[in-house]
């Protein structure tokens, strides 16, 4: 993939923090093999000190905040530690659902092969589920992760039976047009290709206090991918 400007990701930049927009496919911080590219080490080229304050896993888009200075990141890493920081997620689920305030609560613990379960001894996790639209097959729905733990948002919508577009870890099947527009005719010898070559988790805004006390929320516009999907589903209601 052609790597981004990390200036052409900025939201939102003042003397501590930066909050970009992070694009899919591109991890948060170094992964345990090799030395590819990541936000981090492109972070790195502009600002001496930056830190990570949190991650969004590799395919996960939207809004992330990087701390210029150790005294900006000790703030914000105390804000999620405390569970301040308000962190809104955007996803197209399989299935139509009808959730106001929905929570859920079901414990997590990982496992050694970089994946998540539900599971009694778990960690706590908690998360608010509201339905943002239905469609003829689909529902964009906005969570909110009270905690934060590993692959959170993707395992409460798989036990609610709504699993996101696109995450086969979690039993969220890939989504071709073809299953809903009654014409669709491929060129001979081609083969249908996903819709998103992702799953369809956005990190649509996030809402933290700065150092001097003021709190921002900084919002994040939808990837050419997701508003394109989200689009899509819009027309078969």
Known sequence: MKLPNFQDLILFEDDDYVVINK????ATLDERFGGAPNILRLAREQYD??????RLDKETSGSLALAKNPAAYRHLAMQFEDRKV?????AAAWGVHDYEGLRV???IETTTKGKARLAYKGKPAVTLVRTMEAFAKHTLLECQPITGRMHQIRLHLAYLQAPIIGDQMYGGEDFYLSSLKKKFNMKEGQEE???IKRFALHAANLTFAKLDGETVTVEAPYPKDFRVLVETLRQYQ
């Open 105 to 107: 609560d079901r414990s």
């Open 86 to 90: 308000k962190k809104v997620y955007h």
């Open 193 to 195: 290709q996903p819709f």
């Open 49 to 54: 000190d930056v830190q990570a304050c949190h």
């Open 23 to 26: 694009p899919p496919f591109l």
